[in-house]
């Protein structure tokens, strides 16, 4: 593979470097204009010495005055007014630039609007009611954008939810006071967009005058650069007020990377019946030490996979949690030392760029997390120690579809009206082999086990187009079966082989009755485990309504990193039920090594109906690869004994074999519980429920 980067990641990397750098260098090189060379020359290196600050909305009152008429493309003289007043989002990232104290730049950003009224009726207020149906229905969720260049509109006033255009804003001026720390926008103009005229039915009234807007903001300083002759001698990062973000992280010894925020998710493409997503992440460096971004073919950069999860079932719609979605890895490249996290320091011997500094951040929107040609197969990858080939990006030999690699979840999972109740989860994950490599030479700094964050999202749209709106913040390094958690689910945390592989998690939760019957869900999450998990053995009989569930795997692809590159398996696992025993499993390794295992980034559910209440018993845990299997503490109904265990096969060596480790890990889990190595239960039918109330069907 060339050394050369491609064409996208270079185009990728300069976007983000221009994003960052634009506004400081339009100040620093362009302040001024003389006809005089001589005198030019030394006006801009006397400009170039001075204080440059980033500041964002701390609070802010926008008032918005509408025309009836012109909503409906009446040419009325008799104008018929509705005022709407809304406050913005406190720390909205509507940003500016000052230079000394002036002015210098708008960068692109949105300030989300709350709606100001005592009336109870709300939007069907007198006045509101009379508003259009399109924009009544958005007016608690509207958001005033500033646009990127080359827009044709400096601001507009969008829907937050769907990014539906109401209005462009031309006009406006910027009035900024430096004593107040206030930003004014006045005079500014709303033209009916393309899009609401269509919806209006008027469309030969796209861009007439609908009414005008005003917005006076207070500011706060988010960055504060000394600058000396054009050189950056000091940088400085107030406590933002008020702040609603997680708090800002105490470093920790070593290299530590974890997802900061969950910034969106996106669609980028669909087939005849799944979507294709991306989820926009920021990394921020947790820890003390540099972190190793280097590009491909590098391979020493963190890698970062992407999930989707549901939340569905039961009275309070929390009774199963269920993964719906997977995608490729995205393969990071360029760290931009953001200040998103709350600190970063850039000194030596950190290099920037090619490492994430100490308390640093770095950004990939979701366009770039969901590029098909930057991101590789997982296949490849030892999700515990970070290694990776060189050539694990290769997308030689197969051509993409709208979902190839991205997050790919069935429209089915999607559509609200087929999902009511439902809530949804992105997670993300940083895999970085510079934290397995501190940790072998640094025992007690191993920082590979908070690297997974996950937000709240709710869905809009389809049946083929969706939109993501999140509803919550961020939960950093915690994984989205902790959103299980919060609702009463029992999850626990696994390792079990600490300092040679990674860790799981196991969650229950038993409801009911419901007529009689109990209800018990199982999930196995897999965070960073190489070896896999291959089988999953609970206590009970007399069961009904068995169930599994997995998310769907990649298609095999040209150079996938899969045995024979055929991808894994979709096949659902199979059941076998002993006598006092259900196990679900999926192929040994040395059948088909790209048999349906959890592997990392994965959860898997289990379920069954019993018509007995759960007890405190033990279910058995089987491994992939190698290892011995292992039990785990769960509930279940009574069964009149405890299942033995069945060794897992002889591991054979798959795409990417495992780095020997020495065992210098901290475990981070409940201590392994040693287990006993049994025979396989003998295959059985369902045994003849008792006489029982009959369970109403389920889902």
Known sequence: MSAEPTLTEGSNTMSKIWLNLFALLSVLFLANTSGNRASQSKQSSEALTGTLQKMIVENASVTMQLDLNGLNGSS????????????????????????????????????ELALQNSSSAGVNAPGYSNLPAALRSSLKRLTVEKLPSGQGFDLAVRDSNTGFTFFNIEGHQYNYDATAQSLGITGGRLLISKQFASTLGIPKEAGSLAGTIAVGAAMQSIQIDRVVSGETK?????????????????????????????????????DATSVGLGVGTVSCNNGDQPINWHPLPNTDHPIIPQNLYRMSGGGDNAERFEQIGQSWMKHAFFALEEFICGTCNTSPPCVTGDQLCPGCADTYVASLNYDQNSIGSRAWTNPFTGSFPSTANNHSGHSHTGTSHRVTVAMS????????????????????????????????????????????FSVSGGPTSFSFSPTGPTVRMQ???????????TVTQYQPDPGNDGIFFVGYKVTGPNNGVWHYEYAIYNENLDRGIGSFTVPGFDLTHVGFHAPPQEPGWANDGTFNNQGYSSMPWSVSFGSISVTWSTEYINTNPNANAIRFGTLYNFRFDQFEPPQAASAIVGFFKTGEPMTVPIQAPPAGGTPTATPAATATPTATATPTATPTATATATATPTTTPRPTPSPRPISTPRARPTPAPRP
Not at 440 to 446: D, K, R, T
């Open 479 to 489: 994984p989205a079966i902790m959103a299980w958690a919060a609702t009463g689910a």
């Open 413 to 456: 999972d999607l559509i609200p009206a087929q999902n009511q109740g439902a809530t949804y989860f992105a997670e993300a994950q940083y895999i970085s082999p510079t934290e397995y490599a501190w940790c072998q030479a640094n025992p007690g700094q191993c920082n590979m086990y908070n690297n997974a964050s996950y937000r709240p």
């Open 234 to 270: 000091s940088m400085v990062m107030p406590p933002i007020q008020h702040a609603v973000s997680p708090g800002v992280p105490n470093l920790v010894p070593g290299p530590d990377v974890i997802v900061g925020d969950l910034e969106s998710v996106v669609q980028a493409g669909n």
């Open 76 to 111: 009325s003289l008799v104008s018929r007014p509705v005022p709407l007043h809304f406050a913005a989002a406190p720390n909205s990232f509507f940003s500016i630039l000052v230079f000394n104290d002036l002015l210098r730049g708008i960068q692109p950003g949105s300030m």
